[in-house]
């Protein structure tokens, strides 16, 4: 797995349809190429390469930054949005006015929901 100086790589649930739409439209928007997408569904090996292991990579969107840092959640939402045209605005937005904490106890909460939903509905692959 080699990465260029400006790639961040993100690690999405691409059996989340909800998840899966929005990876699609940040992928539309992302002709630059700034961004690398890694459904962890298709690429379970591309976790091992960056330290993760599939049940924590499901529970939370990931994103490895250019210089090998793991960031999740908002934080790694902020990291996309950064690198997206159109999207910049709300990545200094959330930063600016401090809102990644209480985007973060939301999201938490979502995405510990969504988990949830995946595995009650005999989705679950991490079982």
């Known amino acids: 797995m080699t990465m260029s100086m400006a790639e961040l790589i993100?690690?999405?649930?691409?059996?989340?349809?909800?998840c899966s739409r929005e990876i699609a439209h940040y992928r539309k928007i992302d002709r630059a190429g700034r961004v690398?997408?890694?459904d962890i569904t298709q690429e379970p090996?591309?976790?091992?390469?960056a330290g993760l292991d599939l049940?924590?990579?499901?529970r939370r969107l990931?994103?490895?930054?250019?210089e090998g840092r793991m960031l999740s959640g908002?934080?790694?939402?902020?990291a996309i949005w950064r690198r997206l045209p159109?999207?910049?605005?709300?990545?200094r937005?959330?930063?600016?006015?401090?809102l990644t904490g209480p985007l973060e106890w939301a999201y938490r909460r979502f995405a510990e929901r969504r988990f949830r939903q995946r595995c009650a509905d005999g989705a679950c692959p991490v079982e």
Not at 45 to 49: G, P
Not at 74 to 78: E, L
Not at 93 to 98: A, K, N, Q
């Open 86 to 91: 159109r999207w910049h605005w709300l990545a």
């Open 36 to 38: 690398r997408w890694v």
């Open 62 to 66: 990931h994103v490895q930054d250019p």
């Open 55 to 58: 049940p924590t990579a499901m």
């Open 93 to 98: 937005l959330v930063s600016g006015l401090h």
């Open 45 to 49: 090996n591309a976790l091992a390469a």
């Open 10 to 18: 993100t690690f999405f649930d691409g059996g989340c349809p909800l």
């Open 74 to 78: 908002v934080a790694a939402f902020v």
